[in-house]
């Protein structure tokens, strides 16, 4: 029988083979002239690693590849994030409204401190048309976060609007950098490098904070953060 992890890394290749045959259906964020001006926000949970974690990112992905194309809109170390459930989609005017936040607030203080902390384990880069992003399979418990709030979400009146590939299996993702034009085979293969030889530590995740942001969260409000069960 195959392993939760397995099922992870199928859902990963599967997104794989679509950004491969230009097939790609999950919701993806159009890129803009400059990131840091960006007008448009989303509703949306994350957890903001810890900073060993940041600084290994930065160090081994980012720094590199930063020497090779300069150009893109890398993520500033404060502004990394894994995004554990999206509400609302990047939009200008918002998909969402005070009284959402303050209805998604009230059940993240209820859903998040039942649940316990997980375990990331990052193990590849996956390269989009748009974006590059760090990849992990995790521990079970994040399905399980995840379709507590979807439901007391949608009960709630405030669906997640954002296109999934499928409805479990979900996985640990942080965006590292936005794309301003397509990047070069010399960059591609640099990431397919980094891909194959970066090794990470399991990583827990021990907190969910409730927040709004722009695409690079260089601009963001956080509404609540709450702490996993150890």
Same mark, same amino acid.
């Given at each position: 029988?195959?392993?939760?992890?397995?099922?992870?890394?199928?859902?990963?290749?599967?997104?794989?083979?679509?950004?491969?045959?230009?097939?790609?259906?999950?919701?993806?964020?159009?890129?803009?002239?400059?990131?840091?001006?960006?007008?448009? *926000?989303? =509703?949306?949970?994350?957890?903001?690693?810890? #900073?060993?974690? +940041?600084?290994?990112?930065?160090?081994? /992905?980012? @720094?590199?590849?930063?020497?090779?194309?300069?150009?893109?809109?890398?993520?500033?170390?404060?502004?990394?994030?894994?995004?554990?459930?999206?509400?609302?989609?990047?939009?200008?005017?918002?998909?969402?409204?005070?009284?959402?936040?303050?209805?998604?607030?009230?059940?993240?203080?209820?859903?998040?401190?039942?649940?316990?902390?997980?375990?990331?384990?990052?193990?590849?880069?996956?390269?989009?048309?748009?974006?590059?992003?760090?990849?992990?399979?995790?521990?079970?418990?994040?399905?399980? *976060?995840? =379709?507590?709030?979807?439901?007391?979400?949608? #009960?709630?009146? +405030?669906?997640?609007?954002?296109?999934? /590939?499928? @409805?479990?299996?979900?996985?640990?993702?942080?965006?590292?950098?936005?794309?301003?034009?397509?990047?070069?085979?010399?960059?591609?293969?640099?990431?397919?490098?980094?891909?194959?030889?970066?090794?990470?530590?399991?990583?827990?995740?021990?907190?969910?904070?409730?927040?709004?942001?722009?695409?690079?969260?260089?601009?963001?409000?956080?509404?609540?953060?709450?702490?996993?069960?150890?």
């Amino acid at each position: 029988m195959a392993s939760y992890q397995d099922n992870q890394r199928n859902v990963i290749d599967a997104i794989e083979k679509q950004i491969q045959t230009n097939s790609l259906t999950v919701s993806t964020v159009s890129p803009v002239d400059d990131y840091q001006k960006d007008s448009r *926000i989303c =509703l949306t949970s994350v957890h903001f690693p810890k #900073e060993f974690l +940041v600084q290994k990112i930065q160090e081994t /992905v980012i @720094d590199p590849l930063r020497d090779i194309e300069p150009e893109h809109f890398y993520y500033p170390r404060d502004s990394l994030h894994m995004t554990i459930k999206n509400i609302r989609i990047i939009n200008d005017p918002p998909h969402f409204t005070d009284g959402d936040i303050q209805k998604a607030k009230a059940i993240f203080s209820d859903v998040i401190p039942r649940h316990r902390k997980f375990n990331v384990y990052f193990y590849r880069l996956l390269l989009f048309p748009l974006n590059l992003a760090l990849i992990g399979t995790t521990d079970p418990e994040l399905d399980s *976060i995840i =379709l507590d709030l979807d439901r007391k979400l949608i #009960e709630a009146g +405030v669906p997640d609007d954002k296109k999934y /590939v499928n @409805d479990k299996y979900f996985f640990g993702n942080i965006t590292l950098a936005r794309f301003k034009n397509p990047v070069s085979d010399t960059f591609q293969q640099k990431v397919g490098e980094l891909s194959r030889t970066i090794s990470f530590a399991p990583y827990a995740v021990d907190s969910v904070s409730l927040a709004t942001g722009s695409a690079m969260f260089t601009k963001r409000n956080v509404y609540g953060t709450w702490e996993l069960q150890e």
